[in-house]
């Protein structure tokens, strides 16, 4: 005869642990952090290799110029290239109270990036059981990305910049921790397999809620052949923002800072 | 999760934690009606996962530090990462270590170190010890639910 059990929605009484109490305080910890900046965006692209770092640095670093207060989140944790993009010190670290001080690096703009805290040439690798690391590190991982939310004293900001790795899934976590889900700007370049990598992280980022501010169109005019701009634009009804050639003008930064 | 007495039909709160310092975690659960208790094991990967979370099975009786989970899990790490405020005036004079407990400190790496010295403070400091020794880490330890440090 089956025991009689109640299930785990049915046990109430107060519990020392409180697990999901803890998880909701972190939440609230990066909904706090978050209310003075006035907008996340999301630097995404679903395929690697086409410029979203460096498109991030350089618009972070055009609305740095312009006098906007902006961040840059290094959301790439193990392949961290914002921090030498952006010319930040290398300085240590502070804490102050309950948050790290991010680095002012070029032009004004704040960052934070596992490139500052990690050793140089190591790999992010994380203490524990490595024969099954891979169920955990995954979880790790998103808990860096809630701390470099949280716990980063970034003031209040126009935007807060957070440059993605190639791939969906760290802007799903960036996704799940947010208020709200971020604004999203989208990397590509001009090549049809761009554009079929870069497509489904635009539907991922859709079927997110998340706004789509545009399209940046990175190394056209050089080898790579292909309309990828024009036809995600045309699919998700989101403007092409910009073309930028190999080596763009300081000028188009500025142009492109102004339409975001 | 949660643990049910099925004979009372009570949830057992939680009684004590104890990381025996090999990865594992033992955690004694206790039904409030008949006394009945029980132990949770956890292997190292299990252990791992929870840690991942940030969160601690039994609560947590210090805040969480900034960068916590980073700082605690993070394998390659500079040692000079962070600038440690080594008495903030605020919070009043940090308590004395005994050579073997700083011997014991000087062990844990450096990119962590600091972070782990703060709590071990803020730990005798909320307990008024006056010296921190090696026991005293080894009950903070266990009651924090600091596994690793």
Partial sequence: MPLNIRTYHDLNEPDRSGLLDQVGAQRARVAERMAPIGRVIAVMSGKGGVGKSFVTANLARACGRTGRAVGVLDADLNGPTAARLLDAPRTPLTLAGDAVVPATAADGVRLFSMAQILEDGHPLAFRGPQAESFLWRGVQEAAALREFLADVAWGPLDCLFVDLPPGLGRFSELADLLPAPPAVLTVTIPTLESRDAVRRALRAAVERGAPLLGIVENMVGGPYAGDAGDSLAQEFGTPVLARLPFHPAVGLWATLAGKL | ?149
């Fill in chain 2, 1 to 149: 999760m949660k643990f049910l007495c099925v004979e009372c039909d009570r949830q057992m709160t939680f009684e004590e934690r104890q990381l025996p310092g090999d990865g594992t975690l033992a955690v004694a659960f206790v039904c409030p009606k008949c006394g009945r208790k029980v132990a949770m094991l956890t292997n190292p990967m299990e252990t791992q996962l929870v840690s991942s979370l940030g969160v601690v099975v039994g609560g947590r009786t210090v805040p969480e530090q900034p960068l916590e989970a980073v700082r605690g899990s993070v394998a390659t790490g500079r040692a000079d990462a962070f600038h440690e405020d080594e008495a903030p005036a605020a919070k009043g004079a940090w308590p004395k270590w005994t050579p073997e407990a700083q011997e014991r400190l000087g062990r844990v790496p450096g990119f962590v170190r600091g972070m782990v010295k703060r709590i071990y403070s803020e730990y005798a400091r909320d307990h008024g010890i006056p010296e921190i020794t090696v026991a005293v880490m080894d009950t903070a330890r266990t009651e924090l639910g600091l596994e690793g440090m």
